[in-house]
């Protein structure tokens, strides 16, 4: 039993060293790219493969996916990290948005990679990839 916890341990901390191993050393195009496997694997269901709002699950949702290569432009010219981050997070509430359909990707990520601090850093790291992709492919 033992010896599964320290198995444990280890990949945890194996997963942090790699999540901020990833934060520190990757250039800016290879966290693009790392950014764009996330997206086309969690979001491009809704968003589609471009961000464009047209995935193949688009059309079945109540509220159409917003156009995500558009943020900054429907804020003035403005990417507001902050806000974005919280939204895709999704585990505090943002009732300017109102109902919520998009997945809670903050819990879902810890799901994978479990709650504990750990588990936080590597959610924050999918996050951070996340938005540094969305960021690159503003127009």
């Known amino acids: ?11 945890w901390w194996t997963l ?3 999540a901020l191993a990833a934060e520190q050393q990757q250039s800016p195009g290879e966290v693009v790219r790392v950014g764009h496997h996330y997206f086309v694997r969690y979001c491009s269901a809704c ?10 699950a688009a059309s ?10 558009r ?3 429907r804020r003035g010219g403005h990417f507001p990290v902050a806000e974005i ?23 879902r990520f810890g799901e994978i990679v479990g709650r504990d601090a750990l588990g936080e850093a590597v959610v924050q790291s999918h996050l951070w ?10 127009q």
């Open 16 to 18: 942090l060293g790699m």
């Open 71 to 73: 943020i900054a432009q």
């Open 47 to 56: 968003h589609g493969v471009e961000g464009r709002g047209d995935g193949p």
């Open 129 to 138: 990839f996340l938005i540094e992709y969305l960021q690159a492919i503003q």
């Open 85 to 107: 981050v919280a939204y895709i997070d999704g585990r505090s509430s943002v009732p300017a948005h109102g109902r919520r359909e998009m997945p809670v990707w903050g819990e």
């Open 60 to 69: 079945a949702l109540r509220t159409p996916p917003a156009d995500l290569t």
């Open 1 to 11: 039993m033992q010896r599964c916890g320290l198995g444990i341990v280890v990949m």
